[in-house]
């Protein structure tokens, strides 16, 4: 089954050329089933990009989603059209009655900010909270994750003295989860951040545990089984030329800008980076999607009773 977004979002027609399956809103009525219902709380400035990236990967398992695209209330991009944001995305203030099988919070151009100091964050809360009550599994990317983390346990993101930027080896250290069927015993991600968390804080904490990470970059895929959630600290969602792009935006911006490790052929700015991990991106995020179907209730009213 395919995913069901609006046939005039961009992320339709970009989805459709890739030969992913994407299904319309009169196709999607004939189909007697339910679909599971999943919310993206995308953060990020790139809207369409961000949007594109992930109906790609929850869009490539044989169940009908139906992808709900939702924005923070008083917060307006500005990097995106005030008709693309009215039109595609409802604000967390009309979506807090509703209830989701799932629901993503991507990650934020904001790591420098404390997250208190972060606009945005009293209502971000709220919407932490809501996930207990009103959404059967929630998925943090990023600083999305290192926010959840940090609300429910009170673990801290720590500033790096350079930036992690690349493509970095992580070691599969649940080979028996179920969010990592299919994983290789090491897989490869993006990486693109000036924080990290702790291993040893997420090890003192028995409702946590760390099912990817490497010596180099830290913790990347934690579960929370208290709060049914899971984090992710780096970037499986990436395009093959996000990383180029942010270097080639580093360079012109005159911000001292490092080659990404590990991503360019050679090392060789000059060619085409090869992406080695959308594989694993697909399964990480197709295991996610199949415990949800597997485990949510079947009346999605039932969710948080």
């Not at 961009?10 to 009525?29: H, Q």
């Not at 961000?50 to 992808?67: D, V």
């Not at 972060?118 to 209502?123: A, G, K, L, N, P």
């Not at 360019?264 to 000059?270: A, K, L, S, W």
């Amino acid at each position: 089954m395919p995913i069901k977004i609006p046939k005039n979002l961009p992320a339709y027609k970009a989805l459709e050329d890739e030969g992913v399956m994407v299904l319309s809103e009169a196709a999607a009525t004939r189909q007697d089933i339910r679909p599971l219902q999943i919310g993206l709380l995308n953060l990020m400035p790139t809207k369409i990009q961000t949007e594109t990236q992930f109906a790609r990967l929850i869009g490539a398992t044989p169940l009908q989603i139906e992808l709900t695209l939702i924005r923070m209330s008083e917060h307006h991009s500005k990097n995106t059209s005030p008709v693309h944001m009215e039109e595609f995305y409802q604000p967390v203030s009309k979506i807090l009655s509703k209830k989701f099988d799932g629901l993503i919070i991507t990650g934020a151009p904001i790591e420098h900010l404390p997250f208190k100091d972060v606009t945005y964050w009293m209502e971000l809360c709220k919407v932490f909270e809501w996930t207990q009550t009103n959404v059967f599994a929630t998925f943090g990317v990023c600083w999305g994750g290192m926010a959840m983390i940090n609300y429910f346990h009170d673990i801290n993101k720590h500033l790096l003295d350079k930036k992690k930027f690349g493509c970095f080896w992580q070691q599969n250290l649940e080979k028996n989860s179920p969010f990592l069927r299919g994983f290789s015993d090491e897989c490869l991600i993006p990486i693109s951040r000036w924080t990290e968390v702790k291993q040893d804080e997420i090890d003192r904490n028995i409702h946590l545990k760390t099912l990817l990470g490497s010596p180099d970059t830290g913790p990347c895929l934690v579960e929370d089984y208290k709060h049914r959630a899971i984090y992710i600290f780096n970037h499986f969602e990436y395009d093959s030329d996000t990383l180029k792009q942010e270097y080639e935006r580093d360079k012109s911006n005159g911000v001292e800008a490092r080659i990404p490790k590990n991503y360019f052929t050679g090392d060789n700015p000059e060619l085409a980076p090869s992406n080695r991990w959308r594989s694993h991106a697909h399964l990480l995020y197709g295991n996610w999607i199949n415990e949800i179907y597997q485990n949510t209730p079947y009346d999605i009213s039932d969710i948080g009773s």
